[in-house]
């Protein structure tokens, strides 16, 4: 579909607002203040074991495999979708259903105050995982729609920047909301968290009809028929068939998968891994994740530049390097250090300054890697699945290594393995015969 110049700029200014709102999610639930909430509530007189479904686990583990078990979901529902949304050209539909299960599962976690009520807690953090990742197989679809390949780096950087820009700023506001809650009228900074998830849903939702409303519509709605529940899952199987003759591309998503497996574990286990493994409190902590979030503005920017100058795949390989520094620091780093918060500091400004970039970089590549003509969706909805699959992988390694070692340092030193085995396949992708493969 190619958009005149004002509707792709209202288009453009629709889309990137979509990372604005649902990234709220991403820093305050799935990184920053509920994992540090989850690991205070269910830890009680210094035992960090709890029960669930007739099991006992390391609490920090449990919520590993609960979000193991949601990326294995949005796995297998994923081509579902895409197939259906391809079929009747209503990926903005689906984009505000999955936006709006996220949402109200958010607003769920108020209900989550005590050990008694885990299974609201775990409940909430599955359903707006789903929430938040399913909708982004039809965000991601809607790139190659809206801008022309030379604009895709830059646009993709620019969504993530609004991205961590926004949420930075409603951190920031409940930051001083639950450090003075008694200000604000609320008994404890208990409540005062657990109110915090009720504005995130708020801001997530409210800010994404932006989105819904700038995006453009299809130009003809098709009726579901049953036979097109499959049809994602024959799509995929199409794309996978495609890339057979597509070495370079293939090469990029297995790179892409092993580096996945990394910083998705990093990003949503960081929390957990300094409350529990270092002894961080929440201001530490929440500290170390506002630094990570500013100079990701930047790492971001700075790296859509070194793209421009030396090749995404450079790019991404220095990106990677810097992540192998960062896992093996990990595993170094002890809870009796004196200077372990600056340490941990340290190394969340390193996270931050590759962060954005990774993410930006690996978008933005493969979508110059898919061919000129067919379903985006379904492409997108591979690399979605790709990555998924590695946060499956991911967290559930790095939760079944606490358990076995007792340790989260070990987990880390695992996840080095991962990028060192990135680095290997991506050094092979070739980006100048991407063109006549496709």
């Not at 449990?62 to 529902?77: G, M, Q, R």
């Not at 998503?253 to 891994?273: N, R, Y």
């Not at 340092?409 to 080095?416: C, Q, R, T």
Request: one cysteine or more.
């Amino acid at each position: 579909m190619e958009l005149a110049r004002p509707a792709r700029k209202k288009a453009i200014r629709a889309w990137v607002f979509y990372d604005w709102a649902n990234s709220v999610y991403s820093l305050v639930i799935s990184t920053a203040i509920f994992p540090i909430y989850y690991s205070n509530i269910t830890t009680v007189d210094g035992n960090d074991k709890v029960e669930f479904l007739g099991g006992t686990f390391s609490n920090t583990a449990l919520y590993s495999y609960v979000l193991s078990l949601s990326f294995l979901i949005v796995v297998v529902i994923s081509p579902l979708l895409s197939g259906i949304a391809d079929y009747s050209s209503r990926k903005k539909s689906f984009l505000r259903r999955f936006c709006y299960l996220g949402g109200t599962s958010v607003a769920l976690l108020f209900f989550f105050r005590d050990v008694d009520t885990l299974w609201i807690g775990l409940l909430g953090t599955m359903f707006a995982s789903v929430g938040f990742w399913g909708s982004h197989v039809f965000y991601n679809a809607y790139l190659p729609e809206i801008a022309p390949k030379r604009l895709q780096d830059h646009l993709s950087a620019r969504g993530f920047a609004m991205g961590y820009f926004g949420s930075s700023i409603l951190m920031i506001l409940l930051l001083v909301i639950i450090q003075m809650p008694e200000v604000f009228g609320f008994a404890d900074a208990g409540i005062a968290t657990r109110f915090s998830f009720l504005i995130v849903a708020v801001w997530w939702v409210g800010f994404a009809q932006i989105t819904f409303k700038g995006l453009p519509d299809p130009v003809e709605h098709k009726s579901i028929h049953w036979r097109t529940v499959g049809k994602g899952y024959k799509q995929l199987k199409t794309v996978w068939d495609s890339l057979q003759g597509m070495k370079n591309t293939k090469r990029f998503l297995v790179g892409f998968f092993l580096l996945s497996i990394g910083v998705q574990t990093v990003i949503l286990l960081a929390a957990p891994f300094g409350t529990k493994e270092l002894g961080l409190g929440a201001t530490e902590m929440i500290i170390t994740i506002l630094v990570i979030q500013f100079v990701a503005i930047g790492g971001s920017l700075l790296f859509s530049k070194l793209s421009e100058r030396f090749g995404n795949i450079t790019a991404l390989l220095l990106s990677l390097v810097i992540w192998v520094f960062i896992t093996f620091s990990a595993w170094t780093m002890e809870g009796g250090d004196d200077f372990v918060n600056y340490k941990f500091y340290a190394l969340g400004a390193c996270v931050g300054l590759v962060l954005g970039g990774v993410q930006a970089l690996s978008r933005s590549t493969y979508s110059k890697m898919l061919p000129k003509e067919g379903e985006h969706t379904t492409y997108f909805s591979f690399y979605d699945i790709t990555e998924k699959l590695a946060i499956v992988i991911g967290t559930f390694t790095f939760g079944f290594v606490e358990e076995i070692s007792g340790s989260m340092n070990n987990s880390a030193l695992v996840l080095s393995i991962f990028f060192f085995m990135a680095i290997a396949v991506l050094m092979r992708v070739r980006m100048n015969v991407v063109k006549d493969e496709n």
